[in-house]
């Protein structure tokens, strides 16, 4: 079946500091595919997302593009803050059977001042 | 704003005793989703409904039940609640952009004794 693997955590950066987390996935079909934002105590908001090969998902400094010959989504940002300290979600969405959303395990991120 | 509000927010219960954790939508949305949260997990679908009375499993849906008996309202039962179902449960609706994004509310958080 469909998967999401990203890279474990946490991530610990200093303020400015570039940010890459890693993320792939397995699909048999053609799947949108997404990150989700976790900040303490609250629900996931979603973050960026992208619905075919080679579309660039952006979105508050964060960069995604969907990478169907390496089965990729990493997430970027050039300069992160200490309010981008959260967990963040890779995850894909099948449009046949549902629209059933498939996560990975989460990533922690702690940015230091 | 998607909004969507879970009650009850938090619930601390016995085992064997039903729970019942509701999510309430205001946007008339056809497809609702239970999701819980586990460390190391990610997120992982439990069930999730496709319009009034419509219901399918998820990947995680042994010891739980749904219903939609109105648009607005998915409920999520644990007949005989376990220690294992102890989790944060998050109920999310699918987004009307057509590209499979989730919308969550804030989540009800259970711990079985």
């Known amino acids: 079946g469909d998967s999401v693997t990203q890279m474990e955590g946490p991530v610990t950066l200093s303020e400015e500091a570039f940010l890459t987390i890693n993320c792939t996935y397995t699909?048999?079909?053609?799947?949108?595919l997404f990150w989700y934002v976790q900040y303490p105590g609250e629900g996931l908001q979603l973050l960026l997302k992208?619905?075919?090969?080679?579309d660039k998902g952006s979105n508050k400094g964060f960069e995604a593009t969907y990478r169907k010959e390496t089965t990729s989504f990493h997430l970027e940002k050039g300069s992160v803050q200490v309010s981008d300290s959260a967990v963040y979600f890779c995850?894909?969405?099948?449009?046949?059977?549902?629209?059933?959303?498939?996560f990975g395990a989460g990533t922690r991120l702690f940015v230091k001042a | 704003d998607a909004g969507i509000t879970q009650s009850p927010r938090h619930k601390v219960t016995e085992t064997g005793t039903p729970v019942t954790l509701r999510c309430h939508q205001t946007?008339?949305?056809?497809?609702m989703y239970w999701y819980r949260q586990d460390p190391g997990h990610g997120l992982r679908l439990i069930h999730y409904?496709?319009?009034?009375?419509?219901?399918d499993k998820g990947e995680v849906s042994d010891g739980y039940s749904v219903s939609r008996s109105k648009t607005e309202d998915f409920l999520l039962t644990l007949e005989s609640a376990t220690s294992s179902q102890t989790s944060v449960y998050f109920c999310?609706?699918?987004?009307?952009?057509?590209?499979?994004?989730?919308?969550f509310g804030e989540g009800s958080r259970l711990t079985v004794l």
């Open positions: 995850a894909l969405s099948d449009q046949t059977g549902g629209f059933k959303t498939i």
């Open positions: 699909a048999t079909g053609y799947p949108s």
């Open positions: 992208a619905t075919k090969a080679d």
């Open positions: 946007e008339n949305h056809r497809y």
């Open positions: 409904s496709y319009g009034v009375k419509d219901t």
């Open positions: 999310a609706i699918l987004g009307s952009g057509g590209a499979g994004e989730l919308f």
